[in-house]
C-alpha cells in the first residue's frame, strides 16, 4: 500500500475535535424538539421484594403529569431478551431470566424498573414519581455468587433455584487431571475479578417519537440497527421499516451502551399515546442501578508444572455473576473469556468450568474488552504466582512457556482459537528493555531510603478481536467534491470520522476534511453491526477502504471518456483523476458533474466479513511505589509494547491504549462495587464509588512491534480493548512484587485500594510477630 498525505499509517490530528470542542457536538440532550415531555423511571428500593401498586392516581392529578405507566399498562409489549444464552455442558439450558420492561408484582434488585411517568419537566415526573404509591413485602435477597450457590441459599428465580444459569465446560477434563497427577509440582490460586460500573461521560438516553409513518427512537448507542432489530421483533412486535433509530455523537461506550435497555420502549410507547416526544435522560444514579455492569467474576486457577517449569496442564473453574436478570449478551461474556484461557503459553493441555449465577444484582454484561481482560487477569496471575512458587523469575518463566513464531498457525487446546501470528517473546523483550528491567534493583534501593515499598510486574496478553459479522460500506462522491461514507459502525469517541477518512483518502488523496463520514441513522445506513469486540477499523475499515477503491476504479471509467484515455493510464491524485506523467486532469467536481456520473457511477460498495478473529497481544510492564505507612499504591513507570498488525493512526492508537490502561488502572487500584447483604447498592455514587483521575495516571511509554495479521487484507488487529487487558494484571503483579519483597505478601486482589494494602500489610506484621 503506498504512503498518502492523509492515508492509512499518518498520524493526523483528529478532523471532529474542532467540532465537538467548540459546542457542535449533537448529544443526547442536545437534540432539539418541540413540545418535548420528560420522563423518570421509578425504580425499586429493594433488592427483592413482592409489590403492590396500590395508587397512582394521585400522581396522575398533579400538575403537568401526563402519564404513569405500570406493567398492567404494557402487556403487549415483550421483555427485553437475552440474546446469548448458553447450554450447559450436556446440552441442556436453565432458566433464562429476560428483562421486563416494567416489573409486574416483584422486583429482583435495586434500581429495578416499577413505573414509568411523563410530565412537563423532568422535576414534575420526579415529584410523580414519589408520590405513586407502592408497598412491599420485602423478601431474602442474595447477593455473593459463592453464596448464591450453597445449598439453602434465597432463589432469585423459583424456575432455577440452585441460581445456577449455565454450568459449561471445555477441554480434556480426564487428560488434564492425569497430567496433574504426574505433575512435579502444582500451584493453585483464587482469584476475583471486581465488579464495575462503566460510569462513561454522558448517562444514557432515549427520546421516543411517533407518527402515521411510525417510531423513531433516538439513542445515545453503540450501534442502531442491532436495537432496532431487537426492539421491532421481541419488543414491540412490529415490522423493523416501522422503527427508525437514530445516534448522534456518544460520550462514551465501553459495551455498555450497545444493549437495548427497557427505557427504549418505554420512550416510545408514550410518545404513541401521548403523541408528543418523550425524553429520559438517566442521572447519575440511573446510570448506577439501571446500567448493566461489568466484571464480577471468582475463579480457582491451577498449573501443573515439570520439574524445569514448563506448564503440563491448567485448570480453571470460573464463576461469573450475571446479576438478577440475564443482559443481552451476558451469559456469553464469561464463556467468551474461558476460550481465551491459552493465553500466549504452548500449555498442552486446559480444562475449564465457567458457570453463570443468578444474584439479586444489576445485571452484568459485556464492559471494555467483555471476558478477555478476565482471562488474561486469571492467566497472568496465575502464571506471576507459579514464577515465585518455582523460583523462576517472572520472564524466565514467561519465556520457557511461549508459543514461537515458528509455531504459527497454533491451534489452541481449549476454544477453537486458531492463532495466526504473533512473536510474544520479542515484545515482552523489548518492553522489559524500555521499562529499565535490570536497573530495577537500583531503584528499589532508593525507594527503600525514603521509606517505600516498589514492585515491578508484567503481563503478557493476547485477546481475539473483529470476528464475526461483516460490515456493508457505501462512499460516495457528492456533486460538490466531497466524499461521504456510510458504515453501519459507531464512533463512541474513537475517532471513526478520521480513521474512515484514511482509509477513504488512500484510495481518493482527499484532504480529510473533505470526507464526511455518517453513522447512526438507519433510514440513512441500510445496514450494520455497530461498534463492539474492537471491530469498527479491522472490519468497517477494511470495507470503507474496499469502497473507496471500488469508488476510485469508476472514477477512472468516469474520467478515461472525459479525458480520451485508457484507464490503464490515469491515477487519482489531489482530489483528481489525471494522466499518469501529464498535467491533463479532471478534478472529481467536474466528474461529478458529468452526464455518466449517476449516483451508481459516483458510489463505491466495500463488504468485507472477517474469516476468523484477529489476534492483537502485547507486554506491559508496571512499576508501583507503596507507601506501607498509608497504604497508597503509586505507579511511577508504565511501559506497553503491542501488537497490532498495522497502526492506522498511530495518534489515534495511543489514545485508545492509553484509555483503556486509564481504565485497567481504575479497576486495579481504585473502582469497587460494594453491595451489602441486603442487596444495596453501598457505592451508588462518586461520593464512594473512586473513579481514576489524572494524578492517579503516570506517564505512559508505547510502541508497537507489529507483525500483520493473516486473516485481514490490511493486516490490522483490533486494539480498541487492549489497553484494559493488559494493565490489571501487569498493575497487580507489581503491586504482589512490592508487598512479596517486603512482607512475603503473595496475593492481593483487585481493587489494592489504601485500605486493602494497608490491612495485608498489618496482617503480614502480626503474623511475622507471633
Known amino acids: 500500500m503506498s504512503v498518502k498525505k492523509f492515508g492509512v499509517g499518518q498520524p493526523v490530528r483528529r478532523v471532529e475535535d474542532h467540532r465537538l470542542l467548540t459546542g457542535g457536538g449533537l448529544y443526547m440532550d442536545d437534540v432539539p424538539l418541540e413540545k418535548c415531555l420528560h420522563a423518570v423511571v421509578l425504580r425499586s428500593p429493594h433488592a427483592h421484594a413482592r409489590f403492590t401498586i396500590r395508587d397512582v392516581e394521585a400522581a396522575k392529578a398533579l400538575k403537568g403529569v401526563k402519564l404513569v405507566l405500570t406493567a398492567a399498562d404494557i402487556t403487549h409489549l415483550g421483555a427485553v431478551p437475552c440474546l446469548a444464552p448458553m447450554a450447559n455442558a450436556d446440552g441442556t439450558r436453565n432458566h433464562v431470566a429476560d428483562i421486563p420492561v416494567l416489573c409486574d408484582g416483584v422486583v429482583k434488585h435495586v434500581g429495578d424498573a416499577v413505573a414509568f411517568v411523563v410530565a412537563d419537566t423532568v422535576e414534575l415526573a420526579r415529584d410523580a414519581a414519589e408520590a405513586v404509591v407502592v408497598e412491599y413485602e420485602v423478601l431474602p435477597p442474595v447477593v455473593d455468587m459463592r453464596a448464591a450457590l450453597a445449598?439453602?441459599?434465597?432463589?432469585?428465580?423459583?424456575?432455577?433455584?440452585?441460581?445456577?444459569?449455565?454450568?459449561?465446560?471445555?477441554?480434556?477434563?480426564?487428560?488434564?487431571?492425569?497430567?496433574?497427577?504426574?505433575?512435579?509440582?502444582?500451584?493453585?490460586?483464587?482469584?476475583?475479578?471486581?465488579?464495575?460500573?462503566?460510569?462513561?461521560?454522558?448517562?444514557?438516553?432515549a427520546i421516543g417519537e411517533c407518527s402515521s409513518e411510525g417510531y423513531k427512537l433516538t439513542v445515545s448507542s453503540q450501534g442502531v440497527h442491532g436495537i432496532r432489530d431487537t426492539m421491532a421483533a421481541k419488543i414491540m412486535k412490529v415490522d423493523p421499516g416501522k422503527i427508525r433509530v437514530v445516534t448522534g455523537d456518544v460520550g462514551g461506550g465501553f459495551g455498555t451502551k450497545t444493549f437495548t435497555y427497557r427505557e427504549y420502549p418505554l420512550v416510545l410507547e408514550a410518545a404513541k399515546r401521548l403523541r408528543r416526544p418523550v425524553k429520559w435522560i438517566a442521572d447519575r444514579t440511573d446510570h448506577f442501578v439501571g446500567d448493566a455492569q461489568g466484571r464480577d467474576n471468582f475463579a480457582k486457577a491451577e498449573v501443573a508444572l515439570d520439574s524445569q517449569g514448563r506448564f503440563l496442564a491448567m485448570r480453571f473453574?470460573?464463576?461469573?455473576?450475571?446479576?438478577?436478570?440475564?443482559?443481552?449478551?451476558?451469559?456469553?461474556?464469561p464463556y467468551l473469556g474461558s476460550t481465551m484461557m491459552t493465553g500466549v503459553y504452548r500449555t498442552p493441555l486446559i480444562h475449564v468450568r465457567v458457570r453463570g449465577v443468578y444474584t439479586n444484582t444489576v445485571p452484568v454484561d459485556a464492559y471494555r474488552g467483555a471476558g478477555r481482560p478476565e482471562a488474561a487477569y486469571?492467566?497472568?496471575?496465575?502464571?506471576?504466582?507459579?514464577?515465585?512458587?518455582?523460583?523462576?523469575?517472572?520472564?524466565?518463566?514467561r519465556r520457557r512457556n511461549f508459543i514461537s513464531p515458528k509455531a504459527m498457525p497454533y491451534k489452541t487446546p481449549v476454544g477453537g482459537r486458531t492463532y495466526d501470528t504473533g512473536d510474544f517473546d520479542a515484545h515482552m523483550t523489548r518492553a522489559m528493555e524500555t521499562a529499565d528491567w535490570n536497573g530495577f534493583k537500583d531503584r528499589v534501593k532508593t525507594s527503600r531510603k525514603a521509606g517505600k515499598l516498589r514492585g515491578i510486574g508484567l503481563?503478557?496478553?493476547?485477546?481475539?478481536?473483529?470476528?464475526?459479522?461483516?460490515?456493508?460500506?457505501?462512499?460516495?462522491?457528492?456533486?460538490?467534491?466531497?466524499?461521504?461514507?456510510?458504515?453501519?459502525?459507531?464512533?463512541?469517541?474513537?475517532?471513526h470520522a478520521t480513521a474512515y477518512a484514511q482509509f477513504a483518502a488512500q484510495h481518493l488523496d482527499l484532504p480529510?476534511?473533505?470526507?464526511?463520514?455518517?453513522?447512526?441513522?438507519?433510514?440513512?445506513?441500510?445496514?450494520?453491526?455497530?461498534?463492539?469486540?474492537?471491530?469498527?477499523?479491522?472490519?468497517?475499515?477494511?470495507?470503507?477502504?474496499?469502497?473507496?477503491?471500488?469508488?476510485?476504479?469508476?472514477?477512472?471509467?468516469?474520467?478515461?471518456?472525459?479525458?480520451?484515455?485508457?484507464?490503464?493510464?490515469?491515477?487519482?491524485?489531489?482530489?483528481?483523476?489525471?494522466?499518469?506523467?501529464?498535467?491533463?486532469?479532471?478534478?472529481?467536481?467536474?466528474?461529478?458533474?458529468?452526464?455518466?456520473?449517476?449516483?451508481?457511477?459516483?458510489?463505491?460498495?466495500?463488504?468485507?466479513?472477517p474469516p476468523d478473529a484477529t489476534y492483537p497481544n502485547g507486554t506491559h510492564v508496571a512499576e508501583v511505589e507503596i507507601d506501607p505507612e498509608t497504604g497508597v499504591t503509586t505507579i511511577v513507570n508504565y511501559t506497553i509494547c503491542d501488537d497490532f498488525g498495522v497502526a492506522v493512526n498511530p495518534m489515534l492508537l495511543a489514545g485508545q491504549v492509553h484509555g483503556g490502561v486509564a481504565q485497567g488502572i481504575g479497576q486495579a487500584l481504585l473502582e469497587r462495587t460494594v453491595y451489602d447483604a441486603e442487596g444495596q447498592l453501598v457505592t451508588a455514587s462518586f461520593m464512594d464509588y473512586c473513579l481514576p483521575r489524572a494524578g492517579d495516571m503516570p506517564s505512559f511509554a508505547f510502541e508497537t512491534l507489529n507483525v500483520p495479521s493473516t486473516t485481514n487484507p490490511l493486516g490490522i488487529k483490533?486494539?480498541?480493548?487492549?489497553?484494559?487487558?493488559?494493565?490489571?494484571?501487569?498493575?497487580?503483579?507489581?503491586?504482589?512484587?512490592?508487598?512479596?519483597?517486603?512482607?512475603?505478601?503473595?496475593?492481593?486482589?483487585?481493587?489494592?485500594?489504601?485500605?486493602?494494602?494497608?490491612?495485608?500489610?498489618?496482617?503480614?506484621?502480626?503474623?511475622?510477630?507471633?
Not at 171 to 191: H, T
Not at 727 to 756: E, H, K
Request: glycine share 12%; hydrophobic share 40%; aromatic share 4%.
Open 151 to 205: 445449598k439453602g441459599s434465597p432463589s432469585v428465580w423459583p424456575q432455577q433455584p440452585d441460581n445456577l444459569s449455565f454450568d459449561a465446560e471445555m477441554g480434556d477434563r480426564a487428560a488434564v487431571d492425569a497430567a496433574f497427577a504426574k505433575a512435579a509440582q502444582v500451584v493453585s490460586l483464587d482469584v476475583e475479578n471486581n465488579r464495575l460500573v462503566t460510569n462513561y461521560m454522558e448517562t444514557r438516553g
Open 317 to 333: 473453574d470460573i464463576l461469573g455473576n450475571l446479576g438478577a436478570y440475564l443482559s443481552q449478551y451476558g451469559p456469553y461474556i
Open 378 to 397: 486469571l492467566l497472568e496471575r496465575l502464571v506471576d504466582h507459579a514464577a515465585r512458587a518455582t523460583g523462576l523469575k517472572q520472564d524466565v518463566i
Open 459 to 495: 503481563a503478557t496478553y493476547i485477546e481475539c478481536t473483529a470476528w464475526g459479522s461483516g460490515e456493508e460500506v457505501e462512499v460516495r462522491l457528492e456533486t460538490d467534491g466531497t466524499v461521504t461514507i456510510f458504515s453501519g459502525t459507531q464512533s463512541n469517541g474513537q475517532g
Open 512 to 609: 480529510l476534511d473533505r470526507i464526511r463520514v455518517v453513522q447512526g441513522d438507519t433510514a440513512t445506513v441500510a445496514t450494520g453491526h455497530g461498534t463492539g469486540g474492537s471491530r469498527s477499523i479491522p472490519v468497517g475499515g477494511v470495507s470503507v477502504g474496499l469502497a473507496a477503491a471500488d469508488l476510485a476504479e469508476k472514477l477512472k471509467r468516469l474520467a478515461s471518456d472525459a479525458l480520451e484515455t485508457s484507464v490503464d493510464d490515469l491515477e487519482i491524485a489531489d482530489g483528481a483523476v489525471r494522466v499518469v506523467g501529464t498535467d491533463r486532469r479532471v478534478g472529481f467536481t467536474e466528474l461529478a458533474q458529468l452526464p455518466a456520473a449517476t449516483p451508481a457511477m459516483r458510489t463505491g460498495e466495500g463488504d468485507f466479513t
Open 718 to 770: 483490533g486494539a480498541g480493548e487492549a489497553g484494559s487487558i493488559g494493565s490489571c494484571p501487569a498493575v497487580i503483579n507489581a503491586v504482589v512484587d512490592a508487598l512479596d519483597r517486603a512482607y512475603g505478601i503473595r496475593s492481593i486482589d483487585m481493587p489494592a485500594t489504601p485500605d486493602r494494602v494497608f490491612a495485608a500489610i498489618r496482617a503480614a506484621t502480626l503474623q511475622a510477630a507471633e
